[in-house]
């Protein structure tokens, strides 16, 4: 028998009997063998499991996702969107320095860089809730791309409406105000600067809870965003009632030429909204010496736009008052008050200037009416809302 010698490592050799193959040699192929046999029956399960997965859930919902995370974190916020989306809770924790601060920020250049569509702030100064609701539900239904709605008012209206109300969260904080002190124009100076947070507010209209509309939305929006002035009154009157109330300690800042007066009631555009909330001249002197039997709500921003920017006022009221009956206050209508007859002379009573031409169109709103004329305006509203 001969003998083989197989070289192991370090020199080292071990005899093996005969001259065939080895038994290592044998075991190493049987090995590899089971080894890929193993393999490809691991692989035929892994397909069949993977066919019979995307049969059950679907191929395309796999790839959507993939495809959706690699998208995720391929965009970028946009930038603009801090600026341009009106903010979608109206109360916030900012004092009324803070407040007005952030509100006086206004574009240099007059082309935007999106699709703004310019829209009426209707800003309501209530001392409590809105009773004549409905009316206005009736006039801004439908119409959400081109108005806005801020109450400010002393009792929380969070409650008072439902989701579906175009009054629903839409008040703003509030603080105490009283009639014929500077707490009033603070309370509408809070109005303008909330709504001028929203950039696609470009008209800015005041009015309370005892205010209606006397056309519907479509002539509105047009009368005001047509219009080349905005309508605020401002007039000088000799009067006591006027001039009468003017302290001399006003001056320099205010002289008794310029001193005048309006009706509280007003409708004003972007920039003259910027005008009050930025002021900071003329507040300290009407806030010390205006102060009653001189009504701050009548005279400050009807003399501080005067001073600024007289050519852009309409000097005039767009709200409807009846002071026929006499007395500190215009009337109040009630139930018995409303008839097609009542609104016939409201609407084609006066003669007025817009944009350089007479017109019988006058006023857009009216005031003050009672809770219990709500029940008539109902009835008549859809004679009147439909003109």
């Known amino acids: 028998m001969q003998s083989r010698a197989i070289q192991l490592e370090e020199g080292k050799e071990i005899i093996v009997p005969g001259g065939g193959r080895t038994g290592l040699n044998k075991a190493f192929p049987y090995k590899l063998l089971l080894l890929l046999a193993f393999f490809l029956a691991f692989s035929g399960a892994f397909i069949i499991i993977s066919v019979t997965t995307i049969k059950y859930y679907g191929i395309n919902s796999v790839v959507t996702s993939v495809t959706s995370s690699l998208v995720a974190c391929r965009e970028k916020p946009n930038v603009l969107d801090k600026w341009i989306k009106p903010p979608l809770v109206l109360m916030h924790n900012m004092s009324d320095e803070e407040l007005l601060?952030?509100?006086s920020f206004m574009p240099q250049r007059k082309d935007y860089p999106f699709d703004r569509v310019p829209k009426i702030a209707f800003m309501f100064l209530t001392i409590g809730?809105?009773?004549?609701?409905?009316?206005?539900?009736s006039l801004l239904k439908g119409h959400e791309k081109h108005y806005s709605v801020?109450?400010?008012?002393?009792e929380s209206s969070s409650s008072e409406f439902p989701p579906s109300s175009v009054f629903y969260r839409r008040q703003i904080p509030s603080q105490v105000a009283e009639w014929g002190l500077m707490t009033m124009c603070d309370a509408?100076?809070?109005l303008l600067a909330n709504a001028l947070l929203d950039i696609s507010n470009e008209w800015f209209v005041l009015l309370s809870e005892s205010c209606i509309p006397l056309y519907n939305f479509t002539s509105i929006y047009c009368y005001i965003t047509k219009s080349k002035h905005s309508f605020m009154g401002s007039f000088d009157d000799?009067?006591?009632?006027?001039?009468?109330r003017y302290d001399g300690n006003m001056y320099p800042e205010v002289s008794i030429d310029q001193w005048r007066k309006g009706a509280q009631w007003f409708e004003v555009n972007r920039e003259l909204a910027v005008s009050i909330v930025k002021d900071t001249l003329y507040y300290p002197k009407f806030k010390e010496f205006c102060?009653?039997?001189?009504?701050?709500?009548e005279h400050y921003f009807p003399t501080m736009l005067t001073i600024e920017k007289p050519a852009a006022l309409a000097n005039r009221s767009l709200t409807w008052v009846d002071w026929s009956r006499g007395g500190a206050h215009p009337a109040t209508f009630e139930q018995p008050d409303i008839n097609e007859e009542f609104f016939a002379r409201i609407l084609k009573g006066d003669n007025c200037s817009y944009n350089g031409e007479y017109t019988s169109m006058c006023y857009l709103f009216a005031r003050k009416f009672s809770p219990s004329a709500l029940e008539p305006l109902i009835q008549i509203a859809p004679k009147i809302l439909s003109s």
Do not use: K
């Open 101 to 103: 601060w952030r509100a």
């Open 129 to 137: 809730s809105l009773p004549l609701s409905p009316l206005w539900e």
């Open 150 to 154: 801020y109450i400010h008012s002393q």
């Open 188 to 190: 509408e100076r809070r």
């Open 238 to 244: 000799p009067s006591p009632y006027g001039r009468g």
């Open 291 to 297: 102060t009653p039997a001189c009504y701050v709500d």
